[in-house]
């Protein structure tokens, strides 16, 4: 069978990037500190007490990445906004400085004919609003929506989509159930209100942009399919668990405007009697769903486990990355088919997908990452194959155009097709982008 999966005319070939992850300067000209600059800041909290002040140092080489992404023949960027850049305290007063950054950002996109696409929230909320209780405060989608409206009236006119919010899931579990992400709460009882909160946000700034937008809007959910890594009843029923936990709990509200049913046995007392005018509202029809897909979940039971009973285990006898995930194309495809087959079928984009490998050094500035090149063959093929069956997607970013800042992983862990290193912030260039330039200008794997 040939593994030349053509792609329609007009199918988006992007990079992903997030600010934090990228700029660096994170407080230039008048800027507002984030939780992720709080938190990067706290000794013990990130790999290496590394932090994003430095990062790809984007925020001056902008330009010059610009240039980079031209030299790929990509044809879309998906990138996210620093709120404390527009908004230093979070609302009211318009930090001009932080705005003309993305103004002048989105002319050389579209002078290169490359498509913004922009993600308002990628995780950094300004502390001066988590100082006002962040995402826990019944107010914050208000806020997202205020701040939502700036960027709408200042960007709409010259960009292609809007991502409200990227991955509420783990903004929700790893910042406050699991406490390794800012804002670093580990408080049974706040992941749920967070993410009911996200959702209402995301909610809001698609009823603002229905007012004034004219062109489309979604979200980015990180999707993970489960799989029992035996076929007994109890891992069986420790799977289903946890595909409520990472995938349902955001894609029934937004789908079918309610919770799995599951939830609230998941996290008993801590699970809140939700409004239904809430899930009415959360409902709204999207644009479209932007799945950020890495890898798939191989669950046992595990009673000792809190909340779910069930933990995710590292397989031994299957390939995986440097973040310990699995490689599974095999579940991309499996995923688009499940928007398809269980929710619609909506107009979709792969927002992210990518790898992280014990990249070798550099020889004669260049870097030789068959390990990049082989993942990201296999997972475009994938994307093709839900395709061929009939899955309405229209575009895949690749994350992330540079290494950047991984989170709490620091700089540790390498996503990009040009290596960076913070303290010489040359672009070397992989392997994989001259495997990714190679897909793009034929519109396609072909073999
Ligand atoms: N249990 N469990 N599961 C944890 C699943 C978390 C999956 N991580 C992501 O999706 C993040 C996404 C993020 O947008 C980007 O900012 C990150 O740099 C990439 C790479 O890490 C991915």
Redesign the pocket.
């Known amino acids: 069978m040939s593994t030349d999966h053509a792609f329609p005319p007009g199918f988006l070939w992007g990079a992903?990037t997030?600010a934090y992850?990228i700029e660096g300067d994170p407080l230039a000209d008048g800027a507002g500190p984030s939780i992720w600059h709080r938190f990067s800041h706290t000794p013990g909290r990130v790999a290496g007490n590394a932090t994003g002040d430095l990062a790809c140092d984007h925020y001056h080489r902008a330009q010059e990445d610009v240039a980079l992404m031209a030299n790929l023949g990509l044809n879309a960027y998906r990138f996210s906004i620093a709120w404390g850049r527009v908004l230093p305290d979070g609302r009211g007063r318009v930090n001009q400085r932080g705005l003309d950054f993305y103004q002048r950002l989105v002319d050389r996109l579209l002078e290169q004919d490359i498509q913004p696409m922009i993600t308002l929230y990628?995780?950094d909320l300004p502390t001066a609003l988590h100082d006002r209780g962040g995402w826990l405060n019944p107010e914050s989608p208000a806020w997202f929506a205020d701040y939502a409206q700036v960027l709408f009236r200042a960007l709409d006119d010259r960009v292609a989509a809007w991502v409200t919010i990227?991955?509420p899931?783990?903004a929700a579990?790893?910042g406050h159930l699991e406490g390794v992400h800012a804002p670093g709460h580990a408080d049974a009882f706040e992941a749920a209100r967070v993410t009911h909160h996200l959702l209402l946000a995301h909610a809001e700034a698609c009823a603002v942009y229905r007012a004034i937008g004219a062109h489309q809007i979604g979200i980015?959910l990180?999707l993970?399919p489960q799989y029992p890594a035996s076929d007994s009843a109890a891992d069986r029923a420790a799977a289903d668990r946890r595909d409520a936990f990472?995938n349902r709990w955001l894609l029934d509200p937004l789908f079918f405007g309610r919770y799995p049913e599951a939830m609230p046995a998941i996290f008993g007392p801590a699970w809140p009697d939700f409004p239904s005018a809430d899930l009415e509202r959360i409902r709204r029809p999207a644009d479209f769903i932007g799945v950020?897909y890495?890898s798939r979940?191989w669950v046992q039971a595990d009673p000792s486990a809190w909340p779910l009973g069930a933990t995710?285990i590292q397989r031994t006898d299957a390939p995986s990355t440097a973040?310990g995930?699995e490689v599974y194309p095999n579940g991309l495809t499996e995923t688009l088919l499940r928007l398809k087959t269980q929710y619609g079928n909506p107009p979709a984009y792969i927002t992210?997908n990518?790898a992280?490998f014990e990249d070798p050094a550099p020889v004669e500035d260049r870097v030789e990452d068959a390990h990049r090149v082989a993942y990201l063959r296999d997972h475009i093929t994938a994307a093709g194959a839900a395709l061929q069956e009939g899955v309405n997607l229209r575009g895949y970013f690749l994350?992330?155009l540079l290494d950047?800042f991984?989170?709490a992983?620091g700089y540790t862990?390498r996503?990009g097709l040009y290596r960076v290193d913070p303290e010489e912030q040359r672009r070397i260039p992989k392997a994989s982008a001259d495997f990714y330039r190679k897909v793009i200008a034929s519109n396609g794997v072909g073999m």
């Open positions: 992903a997030s992850q990628h995780w990227n991955e899931w783990v579990v790893l980015a990180n993970e990472i950020n890495y979940g995710r973040m995930w992210e990518g992280a994350w992330s950047n991984e989170w992983e862990k996503f």
